[in-house]
């Protein structure tokens, strides 16, 4: 079914879709809408929408939920995201599948209401008591909000791990397009769960591992699946990268400038390409390297001060040189300014 | 005024000699006795202590009083300081200064009391609403809880910016002897603070900007300070790594495990050398790559799942092989441990 | 259908049967079965259960439940009742009909975890911001627990005001038969509630009123119906009255020691008789004066310190002699206890 | 030393000149000036402000701080005084003395931030978790405001309960001279406080009494102090009743009111008096009784649905009329209002 969607909306559609059932959450700008669709189309399927006390309680609901198998999630943006981080921790330290929507907005602090990628430390790294990963998905259009909530669902599920969707206030506001289809549900069944049976009653979903050989067992088995998710689950995007002197690298709502960008600069004679990380965690680290095994130069693009180039220069390992264009708070680049930026810097390439 | 004294305790010991007169705070394992030390000795020197409500509580009273131009501080560990990351996002981003101390347990989730290094990520890379930094500072020993308890403070003042004290189970809760010296209450005049008088009405201390050029202004204040920062206040400390041929990273209670490794291995013929971290953020990357320009390889050991390793990494761009060793749970790795792991992974080099 | 059951638990049957949909609250001793059943049964009907982050929470849920129409309720026990008086404040300014019930447990502050019968004055006379009234109904029995649990229901939305059921550590410990019958769900429609549709968009749900007059008439408003509920609502139980020289008054759990002590008094010789109410508000004011307009005495027992005795006397008003006996701290007068004080008091009667 | 002062400021000055050094609290109209008063003037003295993060957090601040053997208060209005309910319960269970000032605004709920009497069962009988009572005062003058501030820590620490300050918005608001004279510290010793020293370290301030011989023992022994209090704290004040007819009882800002209102009567011919409660608990029903022997009326003026009056009705005991008349929603009836009331009422007696 075709229908213009705002992204916030999407994001919703897309997760009653995949069988969400329960919401809880608490507003904030760009992200408030998120909360209105839940609170419209949950309750139309069965389930529970719930505005909860602050995003303390919100994400330790979605603790409840998820301990007890229901597809569960819940949205905010940087400030309330940042009150999540102790939650965020227990539900990836008790293996408990859930999906978490951050919807960017400009920091630090309060900062303002306008789009930024300034969260992607605090979700890709981990903000909460360490030593686990967040899955950390980039939709970068309506349509991607839509399938990579569900995607987030599965990937939560199958792994046990929460997931992340990394929008911001661009991809949230924006209305586009989406093609929304049915789908048979299809969560996999939870005997970890309470459910209030008998048969799961023994059930014990815990991050406490009083004894050290305890917990670093536990650990060494979520780094076991955080090894397979890694080999398993990389999605990147790649954009007349074949035969680039350049390779421009960025997530979200920032590729699709970068994709103008490569058209412009390929119209003006410099062989530019696009490399567009869908997971940011996993990091498509090996295939970006591979796709810049041959490029004079990586231009890595952020609405930050400049986060996800740590990463892209993990994965290059010094052996192409990684140059850095940020704009913040609430600027996006244009076309023109990135080309400009680009040419400046690949005089030499032409 | 030399003294036996507990990590926990010489870190107030230091703050209050630093001119801390406020502390807001939560108790949890393993950083109880700072509070308990701040609730004992603040009044003594007619400074306040109030234990607050919930981590989220303290941190904003932190906010508030580093308002009120008030030395102030307080303490938790990994669950606690994940509450917290709104409210440090929100220091920094109003460019407050305080001190923030995270004697950090065993994660992810509640985890357990015992040592471990795995809050890393949360306290250099920035796990509050993004685009900001804290000054994190790495103590080895309690004459350092005291030692670099006082520096926070002034480094904090002179940036105005939140400094951590990131340290561990260990070198909190240990004994040994340290020096505390009166010293001479230098805090700067802080005339952007808001202290009830006529002249300071006016100034506000927000990290609002709502409009995006505002707050990218802001941002670019805030990035030219960070690099001064950079520039100004790296600490780090070398053992014997002028004509190491391994060179072992590791901060805090890990480096004296290492510091005694390198004895061991010199005793067996392995010119090792240590490279240990005093300031993790600003991260000692320059004094680093000359340390390790003509090593064979670099072992990074954490009390983690590798995350200083990054910056590692990071500052050696590809020029020297980066390996990892990592113990997490709350097992601290002896120095027959780390030093056979040594011997396994640098055959080539004896 | 007839099945034996805790008081705890019947609440929650009877408000299923009555339609209610959705349960929030934070367990505490002696009410802590009522979220166990709520949590088991509501889900199987379709309804949610949510354990709140804190009773200030569960509160406000009631209150937004309440607002979109929906039958709901809550449970806990003095200091979590103490903690929701605000909340019960804005259900009664706002109109809005919801079911709490206060399994009361000895006072004050912590107390125990015993029976008592102190919240009188908190549920009766009200705790909260001031100028409302409660519907309180003090169950007898497991039977009533269920009974009165769907009378409150109905009398909450007839009403558009909170009910409270007003039990004790005994009436929701114990176990008996009850009689549970299917019935028509017959929630009366609610056109002033929010619900999410375009014709309800316009309802506001407030207890603000500005301006001073709009404040005055809406108590007005307010007042006038509670004295329609003291006029249409009165419920109340006489045991062998009519020839009584002393009336002894209690209610819930005392009335059922009383109705003993009566039968033994008039083995000896002594015409006694009890009343009980059954809504302690509206209390049975004239009814009692009624039934007590020939005794020579009336003796109050409560498991407080005296509460509802400034009622009794109050609808008394002097006419007839009112003594007490109390016992507090979770104990419970026996039978023979009560009888000798009657005996004690009442020499010149027999 | 005699100042224009108002009324939330002298409760403040008051205070200090009681010996109080903490105030911990969160503001809300009409009491906001108190919370400025306190931030502006008990740091001058040495004393500690803090604004928590909610009224639950402050009123458990005051909990701690009085345990410690602190003079210490807090300040709201009806929203917030009822989500202090638990607090105070527990305070009065563990037999803490503190201050608490009530400037009543009009409810219920949210209701406006006018004056009002309405939280006078919430804070005469006691809104919290039961069996216990609240020392209650209530000023009818910005003088009053300080010296029943001074008088409230002075019975607090005599009885070890807490006192409140009844007060409205008018007396808050309003200004008017106060003469305040420097007083001799006098808090008694507190033993019984837990101080940080090793003799106060067995001292155990709790409220939980576990088994229910003891914790009735206890409220056996607060008993026989409310009878203390009972026969020992009562104040009021008696104007023209010696020879009245009719008695006129009100307090706080309506007792000036009416005092122009007996003025009004007897120049017309009625012989009115006037009984002003100032003490509203203990209330003091004796000297009413007394005062009420001879009028053929009482007349009960409130600002609220009649709450007092039920207090003026148990005093009387049906010895003479009692009736109302009552404004609310920030209403303040006039010396007019009233005594055109008085006549429509009295036309009998004169």
């Not at 412009?264 to 062989?271: M, P, Q």
């Amino acid at each position: 079914m075709r229908q213009l969607c705002k992204g916030n909306v999407a994001v919703i559609k897309g997760a009653i879709l995949a069988g969400c059932r329960a919401y809880y959450g608490y507003p904030i700008t760009p992200a408030s809408e998120v909360a209105e669709a839940a609170a419209l189309y949950l309750p139309q399927v069965g389930g529970t929408f719930l505005q909860a006390e602050s995003e303390v309680a919100a994400i330790n609901m979605v603790y409840g939920a998820a301990a007890a198998g229901v597809r569960v999630m819940t949205a905010s943006s940087g400030p309330g995201v940042s009150l999540m981080q102790e939650g965020m921790s227990y539900l990836a330290g008790a293996e408990l599948p859930c999906v978490i929507v951050d919807v960017v907005r400009a920091g630090p602090g309060l900062g303002n209401i306008a789009p930024e990628q300034s969260d992607y430390f605090a979700m890709v790294k981990g903000g909460g008591h360490g030593n686990y990963r967040n899955i950390v998905l980039a939709p970068a259009s309506v349509q991607e909000m839509a399938d990579l909530s569900m995607l987030a669902f599965d990937l939560a599920d199958k792994y046990r791990n929460p997931a992340v969707l990394l929008a911001d206030g661009f991809i949230g506001q924006m209305m586009e397009p989406v093609d929304l289809e049915y789908r048979e549900l299809s969560a996999p069944p939870k005997p970890w769960a309470v459910q209030g049976t008998a048969e799961t009653r023994q059930n014990l979903i815990t991050s406490i591992f009083l004894e050290p050989d305890q917990l670093e067992e536990h650990q060494r088995k979520m780094e076991a699946k955080y090894i397979r998710i890694q080999n398993q689950e990389i999605r990147h995007e790649l954009y007349q990268a074949d035969d680039a002197d350049v390779l421009l690298v960025g997530y979200g709502i920032v590729s699709r400038v970068l994709r103008s960008t490569v058209e412009e600069a390929r119209r003006e004679g410099l062989r530019a390409g696009l490399f567009r990380p869908i997971t940011v965690w996993p990091f498509p680290s090996k295939v970006l390297a591979e796709a810049a095994a041959h490029v004079q130069k990586v231009l890595v693009v952020e609405l930050s001060n400049g986060q996800m180039i740590e990463d892209v220069r993990l994965a290059l390992d010094g052996k192409v040189p990684v140059e850095f264009y940020g704009r913040v708070g609430g600027n996006v680049p244009s076309v023109e300014e990135v080309h400009s930026e680009l040419v400046a810097r690949t005089a030499e390439l032409v």
